[in-house]
């Protein structure tokens, strides 16, 4: 990498789950020592990308030091955009929110699946659900409403859960019903979410980048599930995490170590040694 190439802004785009955490929440010093020292260069930005609602995101950023004025996420799989302002009375300002119609899709679900946990994303508050769903698993107030209500207005995301499923059955039946006009990521549980079509972390990055003057092949990202499929293809360096599924590491242009093993710290230590 030669002076002039490292001196040029460079935009490091990070899943959450599976990527800097730990799938149960753990988070290795390891990694979060290498996000920090890369994030300290000048010339870099670390952006979380994430699946998470924006209530689940901020804490993430809160513990590796990045709720910095200005900082940008991409939150709710590329559906929120948002940028940290500590003159806020949240501490944050909205950038880019991008709704969808629910009803057609959560009809359509329902009708293959009556039995599975609907949630529509409340942003600032947390979901409104069908019932609660298994502890954990979303971050933010939980409020039971009907069915009518779920499906009256738009939002950013519509999430289905079957405890009792598999991400493959998941899978076959989003492929058998078909849904159009609507963006679908199934992850490693039995957990659907539907954004609005054309909306991906790679939308939401993209976002970022333009307003960061970051040139396209000064990106980097880092993910381990089909969420992230969009995203690595759009970085000019798209790393899957070990443990990820056999299309993710076919989308990236190498793999890392799983994130047991730190891989993220052993990439982000290689892009800090070869890319700044």
Known sequence: MTSTLAAQPLLIALDVDGTILHHDGHLAPRVADAIRALDAVPQVTVVIATGRSLEATL?????LGL??????AVCSNGAVTLEIDEGAADGYRLVDVVTFDPAPAIELVRREMPHAL???EDIGAGFKVSTNFPAGELWGQEKIVPLEELAAEPVTRVTFRDPYATSEEFTRLVERI????????????????LAPEGVSKASGLELVRRSLGVQPHRTVAVGDQRNDLEMLR??????????APPEVVAAADEQTASVEEDGLAITLDRVLAEWV
């Not at 709720?67 to 940008?72: K, L, N, Q």
């Open 118 to 120: 609907i949630a529509v």
């Open 234 to 243: 759009w970085a000019a360096l798209g790393v899957a995490m070990g443990q």
């Open 67 to 72: 709720c910095t004025h200005g900082r940008p």
């Open 178 to 193: 078909g849904l159009h006009g609507v963006s679908y990521a199934v992850g490693y549980s039995a957990w659907l979410d």
């Open 59 to 63: 804490p993430v950023m809160d513990a």
